[in-house]
């Protein structure tokens, strides 16, 4: 497993952007295919995207598609997450996690989690 330290999050009004990122802590990053979740007050943790170790494969949850950007910076260790035209639904604990194979991302199963930035978006 690796470790994963999550920054950046915080409170912004609807319809404008945030920006929060992952820190790895291994020089292995660049082995890693990356991926961001989020979770609301009494719902289920819910996928929001993931990135290969090239950054060539990019897969999006459809409440997101369009408004936010993952993206990866491996000489750096560390991943983003570019939130644009927020909503008030956008609200959450945000969390970066990361695995070998990014299929487990996609299926809400990855090796290691962050211990997650708190977004929240007011109307």
């Known amino acids: 497993q690796v470790q994963l330290v999550e920054s950046g999050g915080g409170l912004v009004q609807a319809g404008g952007s945030l920006s929060v990122s992952c820190a790895v802590s291994?020089?292995?990053?660049?082995?890693?295919?990356m991926g961001w979740f989020r979770q609301a007050p009494g719902k289920e943790r819910q996928f929001i995207a993931a990135i290969s170790v090239s950054g060539e494969n990019i897969y999006y949850g459809e409440s997101v598609k369009g408004r936010f950007t993952i993206s990866r910076d491996n000489a750096r260790h560390t991943l983003y997450l570019q939130m644009n035209n927020l909503k008030p639904e956008d609200t959450a604990v945000y969390y970066c996690?990361?695995?070998?194979?990014?299929?487990?991302?996609?299926?809400?199963?990855?090796?290691?989690w962050g211990q997650g930035t708190q977004v929240t978006v007011s109307s």
């Open positions: 996690a990361a695995d070998y194979n990014i299929n487990r991302i996609h299926s809400n199963s990855p090796e290691s």
């Open positions: 291994r020089r292995t990053f660049d082995s890693y295919a």
